[in-house]
């Protein structure tokens, strides 16, 4: 019955009684969801209100910004500056720490790509936004980097929320991974997807083939064995994907299970890989461990690397557990 549902703020209530935790998650959840509604609506209204093509701008990675993703850096910034509970914020879109100045005391950093896979956007195809929360250290001053650069074993809560034929919203406090769905007309996120689990072994894979000359050997190895199917080492079939958003590869295999790879290669090691560690790895591994999942550069566990530069890049491989182990041993061995 569609009015028995829960909602995430009272999914939150809930965990919040269950675990014995103060309303902390609450609070910080309250403006990123408001956010997250915002970008949605934005996203869906698309080429109706001018919202497609490229804002004439470039990021600090020198990448060309789509008018969303300018929007929704905006949308972030401006609504989780509202509840006073994030001292500051930082962004794929900006250089700096954006420093939240205002009569309360944030105790927290929020961390966020604001639109992931926006080379996505003008085909209309699923993107997302993801998020990463830290506490802000005793002591650390906010406008710097530093306060920042902590692993990703600190993260206090991580989601994203993905626009695709529905927009869900997914999160962990680090006691499991749950999923809510939009409903457009009631304008509140819904529990759907409670407890989602990754299944430790399976037949998909994710990876943009066309950078398969660049590849170190063990990611060649595993996606030749792969690929060689039934009569291979594997002794099964594989199926490949490749959507070119991270926030739609990272949901298909929160729901079906998979890997997921951008490794480093030959040609963007000099930049240590292609993702961002702190607003794109960080909160992914988060998730993809919460459910059951392993995510690894290859030779270490993502979430225990230490970071040394905001916007840093890193190799990521992640998804169901066995698989990912798998990859591991070919890096190592
Ligand atoms: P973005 O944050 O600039 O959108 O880039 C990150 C995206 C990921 O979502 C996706 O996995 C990857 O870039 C796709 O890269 P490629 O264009 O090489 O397929
Ligand atoms: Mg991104």
């Given at each position: 019955m569609p009015y028995k549902r829960i909602t995430l703020t009272h999914f939150l209530l809930q965990e919040q009684r269950r675990l014995g935790r103060s309303g902390v998650f609450t609070a910080l959840m309250t403006d990123i969801l408001t956010a997250c509604k915002m970008v949605s609506h934005e996203v869906n209204r698309g080429a109706l209100v001018g919202n497609h093509g490229v804002a004439g701008s470039e990021n600090v990675q020198g990448e060309e910004q789509k008018k969303l993703d300018v929007l929704a850096n905006d949308i972030f910034l401006h609504m989780n500056a509202l509840g006073g509970n994030y001292a500051a914020m930082a962004s794929e879109e900006l250089e700096d720490v954006h420093a939240v100045h205002g009569t309360a005391e944030g105790r927290y950093l929020l961390l966020f790509d604001p639109l992931d896979g926006s080379s996505n956007i003008d085909v209309n195809i699923s993107v997302g936004s993801i998020f990463s929360i830290l506490r802000l250290p005793e002591g650390a001053d906010a406008s710097k980097a530093d306060a920042f650069l902590q692993p990703g074993v600190q993260q206090v809560c991580a989601g994203y929320a993905l626009y695709g034929s529905s927009t869900m919203l997914v999160l962990t406090t680090g006691s499991g991974v749950h999923g809510f769905t939009l409903d457009r007309d009631v304008g509140m996120f819904f529990l759907t997807h409670p407890h989602m689990t990754i299944p430790a072994d399976t037949k998909e894979f994710a990876i943009n083939a066309s950078r398969a000359r660049f590849w170190e050997p063990p990611v060649k190895r595993y996606v030749d064995e792969c690929l060689a199917g039934k009569e291979g080492p594997r002794g099964k079939d594989f199926n490949m994907r490749w959507v070119a958003s991270m926030v739609a590869e990272v949901h298909r295999i929160l729901v079906r299970g998979g890997v997921f790879m951008y490794p480093k290669d030959v040609e963007n090691a000099k930049k240590g890989?292609?993702?961002?560690?702190?607003?794109?790895a960080n909160p992914m591994a988060f998730i993809i461990e919460q459910a059951g999942g392993a995510a690894t550069t290859g030779t270490e566990r993502i979430m225990e690397v230490q970071p040394t530069d905001l916007h840093q890049r890193i190799a990521v491989i992640l998804g169901s557990k066995n698989e990912v182990e798998l990859i591991e041993s070919y890096h190592k061995g």
């Open positions: 890989g292609k993702l961002r560690l702190m607003y794109e």
